[in-house]
């Protein structure tokens, strides 16, 4: 059948309905992002992370050097900031703040993506990142 209009909160629209009588409306009409599934989550933080902890670990240690990270946490702050950068923020007086990036609001292509770069910069350094179905069958 034709397309419908399903607003998510029936109340809140109808309120503003009302309250633009007589008035120019613009309406927007946005498909729904899909965020990073928590089968993506589960992989990133125990696949992705895990293995390239392990693998820059060992590379560490055979070097003579101690490991440039101890957690998967450190890990992730530091693949957040190489693979998607800070967003820098202005304050009245002109201070700049950077602001951590977050991938919890990456869509599932986005954070498909970001898994690639990390993989793919892993692969660079010697270490193996399994696909999502080798850590399944594993």
């Not at 309905?17 to 927007?28: D, H, M, T, Y």
């Not at 989550?41 to 240690?61: H, I, K, T």
């Not at 292509?109 to 690639?116: L, P, R, S, T």
Request: positive net charge; charged residues 25%; glycine residues 8%.
């Amino acid at each position: 059948g034709p397309p419908r209009l399903v607003p998510i909160d029936v109340g809140l629209w109808l309120a503003e309905l009302k309250r633009a009588i007589g008035s120019e409306l613009r309406v927007a009409f946005m498909r729904p992002r899909q965020r990073r599934s928590l089968c993506q989550n589960s992989y990133y933080w125990s696949g992705v992370l895990g293995s390239v902890l392990e693998g820059l670990r060992a590379n560490d240690l055979e070097r003579g050097f101690e490991p440039a990270f101890k957690t998967k946490e450190d890990l992730h702050a530091a693949m957040k900031y190489r693979f998607i950068g800070v967003s820098v923020r202005r304050l009245f007086d002109g201070e700049t703040i950077d602001v951590p990036p977050t991938t919890t609001k990456l869509t599932v292509k986005q954070f498909h993506d970001y898994v690639e770069l990390i993989s793919a910069w892993a692969a660079h350094k010697g270490i193996y990142v399994p696909a999502p179905d080798e850590r399944i069958a594993a």
